[in-house]
């Protein structure tokens, strides 16, 4: 009966302390404060040193609750990474969350080396374990504080803090494998083993990917055992990954990306489940790690550690971020942002569990400075997100007019979604932009009836406008029902920053760009062009390559395209300085 007893307890217990933080966050809202901080704070208040007096100090537990925990939270943001996203930005960002991982490594190691008086290889052991920033936590604040951020620092962003996880696990591992071999580890080992590691993991991740999207499609399975599918098909190919001594962590988020990408049936409900999933990991993770924390034993190494933190914010991660965007032409207002970005969370706490797991010397001075380094990071860039981005010009103020969709997947069709709109008084479809040709108006509400589309019914305001559209296209309708700002920066999104008469040559248009085309092409203007390409019937937002730009069809009449966009694919090189004449040649061929 004790038993039972203290079965209730310790359930009613955890579930309080949850309802605690969900409220305190109302109040975190107000201040700008970080979520998760509080979700921390709570766990500390019900520690051994808080009024809870809880004692927790099973780090074998803590590894496993924290494993699971990420291996969500990273195939979640697998899932929300859209293939559209990596355009333009793939190379830096891969680049910031490998090699930049391990320059700040390196870097905070060095000062940490300095700080704590440590040898050099645990002194890199604590600068990997710090190395990483917390997705969740960045795009959090910034959604708490109103924020939109511009493209390119947005999708910049989105995949570092991802992809970077598993580079900062996998580094941490092989660290402490190296400090807990007596003999030591060699050079060529040590790179071989990384090599098999991201190697084992990439492929293990997509071959996982094609599995469960697979999976999904020909099995019929309810909504909430689907969700509980695609968890456990993630979760097997973390743990076989693993086995394999491969990169878990890596495998996991890479077979998010692939399912997310894929023409997942109840997708967008199975995202919903989720995300109620991601929060529940966060949050038990932080409340666990709050419970482990002793603040008695973190005192003692607080100026040292509060030195760390302060290097890896203002020196550290801006000169690994500086090398690794710099030769991608990133301007200096969005380099000083993505190293201001730098916001460290849960998964350092994490990481710092694995010397005390191993039992390490120094493990516990490692883990104590983390947790503050991660405290001070929280505090102090989660609580100047907002400012920073206003300051250095990289985010566009939320509006909270911004367009509404309701996305319903249908049953048995693979190819197809049903989506809904509000139409506003100032939507664009009203002011006569046409609906793309791969999107079907299918059914109006209006005054609490249903109307079915006819030749002489139109939209009119106040209408809520269901349509039918590919589920990767689905986004490219938000333009027409957005307010008029939101709708112009939807529109270049989709068609480019440049808008051509149909008639102008083609010719003109790559000898501007630079572009290659065939000589038998040269005297076509673009309607003809585009004639060429689709034999048949062409629709609004037809796209035709032609090397680092794209021409879309925009505008269309009985007789073709009548107006086209061009959208530029590159931020480098000779192309961005051309597109720098923006002015000049829209004067020549019309732009709108």
């Not at 490692?366 to 505090?379: K, P, Y």
């Not at 300051?391 to 049953?411: C, G, H, I, K, W």
């Not at 065939?518 to 048949?536: G, Q």
Request: glycine share 12%; hydrophobic share 55%; charged share 15%.
């Amino acid at each position: 009966m004790i038993a039972i007893h203290h079965t209730y307890w310790l359930l009613g217990g955890a579930a309080a302390l949850l309802l605690a933080g969900i409220g305190s966050s109302l109040i975190a809202r107000r201040f700008g404060a970080p979520l998760l901080l509080v979700f921390l704070a709570l766990g500390m208040l019900a520690g051994v040193d808080g009024p809870g007096g809880i004692r927790f100090d099973d780090y074998t537990t803590t590894y496993q609750i924290g494993s699971l925990a990420l291996a969500i939270i990273l195939f979640d943001g697998g899932l929300r990474t859209r293939r559209e996203s990596f355009r333009g930005v793939l190379a830096p960002t891969l680049l910031l969350a490998t090699v930049g991982v391990v320059i700040t490594a390196a870097l905070t190691g060095l000062a940490a080396r300095w700080l704590f008086d440590l040898g050099a290889v645990e002194g890199l052991l604590l600068g990997a374990v710090v190395a990483s920033t917390d997705a969740a936590a960045v795009f959090f604040l910034l959604r708490a504080g109103g924020l939109q951020l511009r493209s390119r620092i947005g999708a910049t962003l989105e995949i570092e803090s991802s992809a970077n996880d598993p580079v900062a696990v996998l580094l941490t591992m092989l660290l402490a494998e190296y400090l807990a071999t007596p003999q030591g580890i060699a050079p060529a080992q040590f790179v071989l083993e990384l090599v098999s590691q991201f190697g084992i993991g990439a492929l293990a991740g997509t071959l996982g990917g094609f599995a469960i999207a697979a999976a999904l499609r020909r099995m019929s399975l309810s909504g909430g055992l689907a969700a509980l599918f695609l968890v456990a098909g993630a979760l097997f190919a973390f743990g076989v990954t693993g086995a394999l001594h491969g990169s878990a962590f890596l495998a996991v988020y890479v077979a998010g990306v692939i399912v997310g990408n894929r023409n997942v049936p109840g997708f967008v409900n199975l995202l919903s489940v989720l995300d109620a999933g991601t929060w529940l990991c966060q949050i038990v993770m932080f409340l666990v790690l709050g419970l482990l924390a002793a603040p008695y034993q973190i005192i003692k190494v607080l100026w040292p550690a509060l030195g760390l933190a302060a290097f890896l914010m203002l020196v550290g991660r801006p000169l690994a971020v500086a090398a690794c965007l710099a030769p991608f032409r990133y301007g200096k207002r969005e380099i000083g942002f993505v190293a201001w970005v730098g916001l460290r969370g849960a998964v350092g706490i994490f990481l710092a569990s694995i010397p005390m797991l191993m039992g390490l010397p120094h493990a516990a001075l490692i883990f104590n400075a983390a947790f503050i380094v991660v405290l001070a990071s929280l505090l102090v860039q989660g609580w100047t997100l907002g400012l920073a981005a206003r300051l250095l010009d990289v985010a566009l103020p939320r509006r909270d007019r911004a367009v509404r969709r309701v996305e319903l997947d249908l049953p048995g069709s693979l190819e197809r979604e049903l989506v809904g709109y509000a139409v506003a008084s100032d939507a664009s479809v009203l002011g006569g932009a046409a609906v793309p040709g791969w999107a079907q108006l299918t059914m109006i509400v209006r005054g609490g009836h249903i109307l079915m589309p006819e030749p002489d019914i139109t939209l009119a305001a106040g209408d809520y406008a269901y349509l039918l559209a590919p589920p990767g296209r689905v986004y490219r309708l938000d333009w027409l029902f957005a307010p008029p700002e939101e709708a112009r920066e939807a529109e270049r999104e989709i068609f480019g920053e440049f808008s051509f008469d149909a008639n102008v040559r083609l010719a003109d248009v790559a000898e501007f760009y630079a572009l290659p085309i065939r000589a038998k092409d040269a005297p076509l203007t673009l309607a003809e062009h585009f004639a060429r390409k689709f034999e048949h019937t062409i629709e609004v937002g037809d796209r035709v390559r032609l090397g680092p730009v794209t021409l879309i069809a925009r505008e269309l009449s009985d007789d073709g395209v009548t107006r086209v966009g061009l959208k530029l694919q590159s931020f480098g090189g000779a192309l961005v300085g051309r597109a720098r004449l923006g002015n000049g040649i829209a004067k020549l061929f019309g732009r709108n």
